[in-house]
């Protein structure tokens, strides 16, 4: 997997950057003059993980990040990047406890990044993206996903219903998600190696790639709410799934 530079800025993300995933912090950079003591965390957690901390002028800063509100604090943080979908796949033994989430042109990095830490708190194998119209790996996926962003693989594929085509070949089961359907996602039992698709934020899963999937789950909606951020729900899918795994176990 490769690694590209990028920099997060403020203290309560540089703090949680390194509470979280401190072995992708390269460097901090404090602006002279900052008080210590205003940072006397963030200086300690660095310290144990030992990462370096480097005083600079603020127009340092200003090269950095530009004319934001840094705080006086900016990390230079080295930012997983992609696996190639057919190289990832010859490498996998699927079982029933292998789930991938399928993003079917997530294009919000907020999104991306919450759908990333999500799937790796649920134990996710996998996030499979598509090559074109997918929110890119960025410093904002990055700084959103706090850190988690490269523990399990981002794999891109070049066309995703080609992608389900080939799970399907390695014995996957694959379920969209769908508001139409009348299959909750609790009413489904995931016994098999699964793979969760998660529509576009406004136009939902493309019409496509449902027809590709093998059942369609949705969630109840209640109040007149017509459907709930993709991000939410991956969550739930993602943790209905290893809700089960765990009653299994």
């Known amino acids: 997997?490769?690694?590209?530079?990028?920099?997060?800025?403020?203290?309560?993300?540089?703090?949680?950057?390194?509470?979280?995933?401190?072995?992708?912090?390269?460097?901090?950079?404090?602006r002279k003059g900052l008080q210590h003591s205003q940072i006397a965390n963030i200086l300690t957690l660095a310290s144990n993980n030992r990462v370096p901390v480097t005083e600079v002028p603020g127009n340092k800063l200003y090269?950095?990040?530009?004319?934001?509100?840094?705080?006086?604090?900016?990390?230079?943080?080295?930012?997983?990047?992609?696996?190639?979908?057919?190289?990832?796949?010859?490498?996998?033994?699927?079982?029933?406890?292998?789930a991938v989430l399928l993003l079917d042109e997530i294009e919000d990095p907020h999104n991306f990044g919450a759908i990333l830490r999500t799937a790796a708190a649920a134990g996710i194998t996998a996030v499979i993206v598509p090559k074109h119209r997918q929110a890119p790996v960025n410093a904002a996926v990055f700084k959103t996903s706090a850190?988690?962003?490269?523990?399990?693989?981002?794999?891109?594929?070049?066309?995703?219903?080609?992608?389900?085509?080939?799970?399907?070949?390695?014995?996957?089961?694959?379920?969209?998600?769908?508001?139409?359907?009348?299959?909750?996602?609790?009413?489904?039992?995931?016994?098999?190696?699964?793979?969760?698709v998660i529509g576009n934020e406004g136009r939902g899963m493309r019409k496509k790639t449902g027809e590709h999937c093998d059942f369609l789950l949705s969630l109840p909606m209640m109040n007149n709410v017509e459907s709930l951020n993709a991000s939410v729900s991956a969550a739930l899918v993602c943790y209905e799934w290893r809700r089960q795994k765990i009653q299994s176990s």
């Open 147 to 196: 850190g988690t962003a490269g523990r399990i693989p981002i794999v891109r594929a070049v066309n995703l219903n080609q992608a389900i085509l080939s799970l399907k070949e390695h014995k996957f089961w694959i379920a969209g998600l769908d508001q139409n359907s009348d299959t909750m996602v609790w009413d489904q039992t995931y016994d098999v190696p699964m793979a969760f």
């Open 1 to 30: 997997m490769q690694n590209s530079n990028h920099y997060i800025y403020g203290r309560n993300p540089v703090e949680e950057q390194l509470q979280e995933g401190a072995e992708n912090v390269d460097k901090i950079y404090i």
């Open 63 to 98: 090269e950095l990040v530009g004319g934001v509100n840094d705080q006086g604090i900016v990390a230079s943080i080295s930012q997983a990047e992609y696996q190639e979908f057919e190289e990832w796949l010859e490498n996998i033994s699927p079982d029933q406890s292998t």
